[in-house]
């Protein structure tokens, strides 16, 4: 079995811990999204399926949820497969999920900016918690059915190129 996993997602939709502990209460306790995320993040049989893994892995260990499996990261698959300029290549794009959707399907994900307002200070922007529930679930979702539909794409480009074991390792 395998499911979508953008934690990425889940946790900008609560307060961020910074260690196991907020203010003496263990994190999970603290936060409780983090107790069904962490239900699902251990389950090593399940593969987990995400874009930029290793932030939203660390962003979870520093709220007491250990992942296990990560089974496929698409922007480790994107750049193994030329995607995102790089050095010297700015104009080919990045690795973003936003840009990578918009130059593969040609459709762009809702705008988080607009959700969560603009600025050069976080302090003045919103955080999930604090926005429409319909508005951020909508937001969720399409990050969700984009990782998908990478991974779809990606997956078969991988083959054949021959690049699966790499991609692996």
């Given at each position: 079995p395998s499911t979508l996993w953008p934690p990425c997602r889940i946790q900008r939709a609560a307060p961020r811990a910074r260690s196991?502990?907020?203010?003496?209460?263990?994190?999970?306790?603290a936060m409780p999204w983090t107790k069904g995320v962490g239900e699902v993040a251990s389950v090593a049989p399940v593969e987990k399926v995400a874009h930029n893994a290793k932030f939203d892995m660390e962003v979870l260990a520093g709220c007491g949820v250990e992942v296990r499996n990560v089974g496929?990261?698409?922007?480790?698959?994107?750049?193994?497969?030329?995607?995102?300029?790089?050095?010297?290549?700015?104009?080919?794009g990045n690795l973003s999920l936003n840009w990578l959707v918009s130059r593969?399907?040609?459709?762009?994900?809702?705008?988080?900016?607009?959700?969560?307002?603009?600025?050069?200070?976080?302090?003045a922007q919103l955080t999930m918690d604090q926005v429409d529930v319909e508005a951020a679930a909508a937001c969720a979702c399409a990050g969700v059915d984009a990782i998908a539909r990478l991974r779809d794409?990606?997956?078969?480009?991988?083959?054949?190129?021959?690049?699966?074991?790499l991609f692996h390792e």
């Open positions: 196991s502990e907020v203010d003496g209460v263990d994190a999970i306790e496929f990261d698409t922007m480790i698959a994107a750049y193994l497969l030329g995607e995102g300029g790089g050095a010297g290549r700015p104009e080919e593969r399907f040609g459709v762009e994900l809702p705008d988080r900016g607009a959700l969560l307002g603009r600025g050069n200070r976080k302090s794409a990606l997956q078969p480009e991988l083959e054949e190129k021959a690049m699966r074991r």
